[in-house]
């Protein structure tokens, strides 16, 4: 074979472009083109990805985040009702309006709510929060005049039937799971609360009744039924409470707030007991009842309980006070916790103006003035300090994912 022949195939290879030297210009051009498909294809992205995560709306953010917890910021007013109460009275319709939304556009997070062993808790108060509008209507409505007894007759039997079809339900669901003692909080018992203040309500209630009504009987009666139930039930919460910081010392963090909790089984146990005994001093004798001296035997007997478990109340105050500063956390999207401070003591100092009455002790009124006084003051610092952290957004605001989670799910799909 000739040197210098060639086969028609490497022929064909040598004339192929590939095999050809490339140009100087190639690798600059393919780079630019490279550059431009990647620009093109990155503004695409984000430009989908903005349309496929649509913003959530921040009034959204809020009915999604709002909680439970809302209701003691109300509940709060209740030993300086002659200034507060139509502010408890808009709370309560802005929380109860805030939670039935809740329940229409994000039932997921509603139920989410209900069944979490922390917030849960928080459920019944809605109903306190009405006995308080209740107490209200009777000082600002009947006693007045704009109001008739009969129309607080049948609210009282409303606010027994809304703390029997509350706790019991609620009790259910939390019952359903186990709950570690060392974690325990005098506010688990928050799940009692409403029907212990069932004799609260009664003894208002019988102010404005005429006691010689055969209706004032069965008010007096199922006072203090439940009275008798929502204390030694909250009770053997205290004793759990009791025996939790002996195993870990005292409650820190936003559970330190819980501590304030305990007044309040004694303390509105004892103001309870006291009024229905003034109370029973006429119905009984009324409707001769018992014993023609039975009316006189339970009020002293109910002075002389309240007494003692005023003495209680005032304890676990004192007890709660103490290490109060150096075991809670001062974060703003804790303050809700910080509500503990207010409604659960109002039993105990309302209790101060009642013994007062009964052993005729002056100094109970100057001591009732000024407890009141300061707790008006803590619940206007507590409002300023909730205020702010509402705008902040460190309370009730929920995440936009979840709230976007929540939207796509039905309810069905919640693992419960």
Known sequence: MHPHHTSPSSAAVAASPSSQPPSPESPRMSGRDTSARSSLTYATEVEESSVAAPRVSRLARRIHGWSWQAFPIGMGTGAVYTVFFFVNLSLFILNSSTLLLQALL????????I?????GVFVPLIVLSFATIIIGAINYGVIPGHLSADGIYVLFWIYVFLAIIVCFPMLMIWYNKPHDVKTFT?????LIFPMMLVGVIAANVLRVMDPADTR?????????????????MTM??????????????????????G????????????????????????????H????????????????????????????????????????????LSEILGCWALTFPNVGWISSLRVLGDALHIP??????????????????????????????????LAAEVDVLNDEKHPVNQETV
């Open 363 to 396: 100094g109970f009124f100057v001591l009732h003035a000024i407890m009141a006084t300061l707790m008006c003051a803590v619940w206007l610092i507590l409002f300023a300090l909730t205020a702010l952290a509402f705008w902040r957004g460190k309370i009730f």
């Open 106 to 113: 994000y039932p997921r997070q509603s139920w989410r709510l």
């Open 236 to 257: 053997f919460y205290i004793c759990i409470y009791i025996l939790r910081i002996m195993t870990t010392g005292f409650m820190e963090g936003h559970q330190a707030n």
């Open 186 to 190: 005098p506010a688990w018992a928050f």
């Open 216 to 232: 004032a009987i069965g008010v007096l009666f199922v006072g203090y039924f439940f009275q008798g139930i929502g204390f030694f």
């Open 288 to 331: 001769d009842l018992v014993s023609p001296l039975a009316g006189e035997i339970w009020f002293s007997t109910s002075v002389m309980i309240g007494l003692l478990l005023f003495g209680l109340a005032v304890f676990f105050f004192t007890f709660g006070v103490l290490p109060y500063w150096f075991k809670v956390h001062k974060h």
């Open 115 to 119: 069944n979490d062993p922390t917030k």
């Open 259 to 286: 501590a304030f909790v305990a007044c309040g089984p004694p303390g509105f146990t004892a103001l309870a007991l006291i009024n229905l005994g003034s109370h029973a001093r006429k119905i009984l004798t009324q």
